[in-house]
């Protein structure tokens, strides 16, 4: 019989924080070590200004440090851009791929991601990858369909459990206060486990399946005891301590 993966709470910054905000890093750093996280893996995805910083805050630490995109390819001529070894030399240990803000603003598509997540990989970090539907393919019943196509075109090579997690995020919930019902998360959540276990085999048990999408520490818990979700992408709310660890603390005994 498999047991759960290990929980995961991302925190994604997304555009926000300056340098005052490293006050919230060394607080979640200091309640994760209090035992606040319960049984889950912690980690902050900044923006790139203040990745080094954060990961020298959490040095040593059970928070690890994440970004929130990356590049193709190792090194060249992408102004602006930064790899997935940059990153690793930073200090991060996870990043976040196609998020439907990089999606839709970026026009990235799944083959673009893909190519991102694999690169990841070989840097050495996990890649936390992203699919959801917006409310129109929901209305029209495409959810699953989409979700499949983004996990089947966006799938690295190389992915296991300890390079790859998926987030779930639906498109209309992302900051808007919407959420959907613990069965609608259930739903999906179990179709990318099959999913997910059709591309790994057996090892595809031990990949974390992460929900995002108006997490806040209030529907928090209700969440995370839905079936074949193991941790949470939250956005908004991880941008305090006192909020991220509401959520983390879901996983307390």
């Known amino acids: 019989m498999s ?39 912690l980690a902050i995805c900044p923006p790139a200004t203040l990745i080094a910083a954060v990961a020298d ?9 994440g970004a929130q995109d990356c590049h193709a390819r190792e090194s060249g001529a992408h102004t602006g851009d930064l790899s997935a070894t940059m ?26 991601v893909r190519a991102k997540a694999e690169a990841a990989i070989a840097a050495g970090l996990t890649a936390i990858l992203c699919v959801g539907e917006s409310q129109r393919q929901r209305e029209a ?10 996990i089947e075109k966006s799938w690295p090579k190389g992915a296991s459990p300890d390079s790859l997690v998926i987030a779930y995020e639906p498109i209309w ?27 790994l085999g057996g090892q595809g048990t031990g990949v974390r399946l992460l929900y995002g999408g108006s997490v806040k520490p209030s529907n928090a818990r209700e969440l995370m005891a839905v ?14 301590a006192k909020d991220f660890m509401g959520i983390a603390a879901a996983y307390k005994a």
Not at 57 to 65: F, H, L, P, R
Not at 228 to 240: C, Y
Request: proline share 4%; charged share 25%.
């Open 3 to 41: 047991t759960r993966p290990k929980p995961l709470v991302a925190g994604n910054w997304k555009m926000n924080g300056l340098k005052a905000a490293l006050s919230e890093v060394s607080a979640i750093r200091d309640a994760a070590a209090a035992g606040e996280a319960g049984r889950a893996e």
């Open 57 to 65: 805050i959490c040095k040593g630490s059970s928070v690890a440090t």
């Open 87 to 112: 990153l690793k030399d930073a200090g991060a240990a996870y990043v976040i791929v196609g998020h439907s803000e990089r999606r839709t603003d970026h026009h990235e598509t799944s083959e673009m």
């Open 141 to 150: 019943g495409e959810t699953l369909t989409v979700v499949g196509e983004q």
């Open 173 to 199: 919930a992302i900051g808007t206060g919407l959420t959907p019902t613990p069965a609608d998360v259930a739903e999906v959540h179990a179709f990318l486990r099959r999913e997910v276990e059709r591309l």
């Open 227 to 240: 079936p074949h979700v193991d941790g949470a992408l939250v956005g908004g709310a991880s941008l305090t």
